[in-house]
């Protein structure tokens, strides 16, 4: 298994969730969390293309962070709870986390958010073909509207 891929938030450096999963299938995308108990801290499913979720048949609530393109976050719901439904049109990735995730960890709209590959000592590395599928370079991004 290679290095895990993480979502970095890019006005304050930190990490958001350091275990992802990426959903960029049809199968894996309709799949999503279902069948689950729970989302482990630290953990996020990063759904591409997306832009509405639902939480029918989950059993338990989820933050949910709508980010356009270029990573920027257009929208946030938190504590999505079961047989609930959100979208945001300007979505182009959906990041579902646990709910919680998006206070703890200080995430607000306009904030860009990036996929970064992390090394065995868990440091931060330059972002890799396999992440660029879901995010654009942050080098070649321009600035987030209301950031």
């Known amino acids: 298994m290679g290095n895990p891929i993480q979502i970095v938030n890019e006005r304050t450096s930190a990490v958001v969730a350091s275990a992802v999963e990426l959903a960029d299938t049809r199968a894996a995308r309709n799949r999503g969390l279902l069948g689950r108990d729970r989302l482990e801290p630290g953990s996020a499913l990063v759904i591409s293309p997306c ?3 639902h939480t029918a048949f989950m059993r338990f609530a989820i933050d949910v962070v709508f980010v356009d393109r270029n990573g920027c976050v257009v929208r ?3 504590h999505l709870t079961p047989w609930r439904m959100a979208a945001a049109w300007r979505a182009r990735r959906v990041i579902e986390l646990p709910a919680g995730e998006l206070h703890a960890r200080d995430v607000r ?3 860009r958010l ?3 590959m992390a090394d065995a000592d868990g440091r931060l590395s330059a972002s890799s073909p396999a992440v ?3 995010f654009r370079s942050t080098a070649s991004k321009p ?4 950031s």
Do not use: F, I, K
Request: glycine letters at 10%.
């Open 114 to 116: 990036y996929l970064a």
């Open 109 to 111: 709209v306009g904030d």
């Open 132 to 134: 660029e599928v879901s």
């Open 76 to 78: 946030m719901v938190r």
């Open 51 to 53: 832009l509405a979720v």
């Open 143 to 146: 600035a987030c509207s209301g």
